[in-house]
Every structure is written in C-alpha cells, then in structure tokens.
T-cell receptor
Framework: SAVISQKPSRDICQRGTSLTIQCQVD?????MFWYRQQPGQSLTLIAT?????????ESGFVIDKFPISRPNLTFSTLTVSNMSPEDSSIYLC?????????????FGAGSRLTVL | KQEVTQIPAALSVPEGENLVLNCSFT??????LQWFRQDPGKGLTSLLL?????REQTSGRLNASLDKSSGRSTLYIAASQPGDSATYLC???????????FGTGTLLAVQP
C-alpha cells in the first residue's frame, strides 16, 4: 500500500493565522482525501482533492476556510485559514488504492493542530 | 444520510479475553466496510476490509463479519493482548469513490 508523509506532524498556532499541511505520497494515486478529527470525535471528511481541478467539499466545509491544492498525483496541501480554537483537530490525508471493488484507504499519521 | 454508530464507546477487559466490538449503519446500500485501528498520536491502520458481497474477513486473531440487511458489523478479537489497546473505528464506503463514513469509535483497554 502507499506510504503517506504529512507535514507538520503537529503545530501550535495563534488565532487568526493560517497553516498549510502537506501530504506527500510515494506513488501516483487518483484519489486523495482530507479528513478532520476533532478532540474526542471520529473522522469527518472535509473534501476530495482532485488533480487538476477544484476540490470537492463536503457539506459544512468551504473552500475559503479550507483551500486545497492538488498539483500532481503524488502531492496535496490543505490550508486551514483564519484559525480559531474550534479548528484544533487532527487533520489526516488519505489515499485510495486498488481496483474498483477492492478499494482500501490508507491514511497518513495526521497533523495535530492546536489553536490558542 | 448514512450514520455509523459503534457500541460500546469504551471497553476494558483483562488480557486473554475474547471480545466483540459492534458497528451499525443506517443505510444498507454500502460498497464496503473497513475496520481501522488508531493508536494515540498516530494515524489509522487498516485492519480488515469487507466487500458488500462478503460475509466476513479474518486476519490472525481478528475476525470481522458483515450483515448488510441488518446494517451491522462486528469485530471479534480473540485472546486479547495489552498491545491491542487502541481505538477501533469502523467505516462504511458508499461507492467506488472511496469516500468513507466513520463510526464513533470504541476505545479498548486490555489490562495485563
């Protein structure tokens, strides 16, 4: 399965600032996803990062708050803009792999953000 | 809208005990179901994947079952060990797009 590297692994940020999280995959993948895990909660899908086009956002998430880039098939970034303490979460990148009907998601280790 | 629930939310067992974690989902039109393990401060590790046409999958001491019609899956862990302590998440896939809807998780503690 693909190996995913996320940076930063953790950061402490000030209210009102923005932070960009990077996700690098060791092989070309078609589908990349960004998830959020708030403290004590399960994972929620933020958006699907589409290569060469705008990301597809889930209900409750907007591009102005979470701009996403996907310049090629091995890399994506998620920016958390104008952060508030409510944005303190673990942000995880994941990729899909395998033939249709046998798809498995692989996750990065996550980026733990604390907003003061 | 698909909703995934896991019971219990937390579980503590003595080492060596067999245990069952439960996952239920509201929409039976799923593509697949995955069980993940999450260790503190780390990402997710995929444990088992069950396709919608399958009834169960086994890997070592782990066995996952799927009953689509009733909207349920179970993860059976045999002869539990302290190293099994983690949060276990189930997630259902709604189609070939790989989008997963995650359950609420079960925090497992295996006491030595």
């Amino acid at each position: 399965s693909a190996v995913i590297s996320q940076k930063p692994s953790r950061d402490i940020c000030q209210r009102g600032t923005s932070l960009t999280i990077q996700c690098q995959v060791d092989s070309q993948v078609t589908m990349m996803f960004w998830y959020r895990q708030q403290p004590g909660q399960s994972l929620t899908l933020i958006a699907t990062a589409n290569q060469g086009s705008e990301a597809t956002y889930e209900s409750g998430f907007v591009i102005d708050k979470f701009p996403i880039s996907r310049p090629n098939l091995t890399f994506s970034t998620l920016t958390v803009s104008n952060m508030s303490p409510e944005d303190s979460s673990i942000y995880l990148c994941s990729v899909g792999a395998g033939e249709s009907g046998a798809n498995v998601l692989t996750f990065g280790a996550g980026s733990r953000l604390t907003v003061l | 809208k698909q909703e995934v629930t896991q019971i219990p939310a937390a579980l503590s067992v003595p080492e060596g005990e067999n245990l069952v974690l439960n996952c239920s989902f509201t929409d039976s039109a799923i593509y697949n179901l995955q069980w993940f393990r999450q260790d503190p401060g780390k990402g997710l590790t995929s444990l088992l994947l069950i396709q919608s046409s399958q009834r169960e999958q086994t890997s070592g001491r782990l066995n996952a079952s799927l009953d689509k019609s009733s909207g349920r899956s179970t993860l059976y862990i045999a002869a539990s060990q302290p190293g099994d302590s983690a949060t276990y998440l189930c997630a259902v896939g709604g189609g070939a797009t790989n989008k997963l809807i995650f359950g609420t998780g079960t925090l497992l503690a295996v006491q030595p």
